[in-house]
Nanobody, 122 residues
């Protein structure tokens, strides 16, 4: 059973930073596609950052230059470094994974964490 546990969310003022962490249990992240999604109340879920095993990371236009996805294989942990946060970044953030090949395809992600809340005040 694959489980994902996120942490690191919180409340910050605009311009601040947070780092989210995702620790999977039951598998090694090396063999999986990993990504971060977010969903705000009343809005559709949005793919924020995708980590590819061979190619570079892919980011939503809204976070390019501010967010960085990374993996620490030794710690088996996925991170999302979020800088210059804006009120519109307020959302529940989810870690997700799948074992397929196309890491950029948001529809393939079938393992999900419970989410961690990020709130950015102006």
């Amino acid at each position: 059973q694959v489980q994902l546990v996120e942490s690191g969310g919180g409340s910050v003022q605009a311009g601040g930073s947070l780092r989210l962490s995702c620790v999977p249990s039951g598998y090694n992240i090396i063999g999986f596609c990993m990504a971060w999604f977010r969903q705000a109340p009343g809005k559709e879920r949005e793919g924020v950052a995708f980590s590819h095993r061979q190619a570079g990371a892919l980011y939503a236009d809204s976070v390019k230059g501010r967010f960085t996805i990374s993996k620490d294989n030794a710690k088996n942990t996925l991170f999302l470094q979020m800088n210059d946060l804006k009120p519109e970044d307020t959302s529940m953030y989810y870690c997700a994974a799948h074992s397929g090949v196309d890491c950029y395809n948001s529809h393939l992600y079938n393992y999900w964490g419970q989410g961690t809340q990020v709130t950015v005040s102006s």
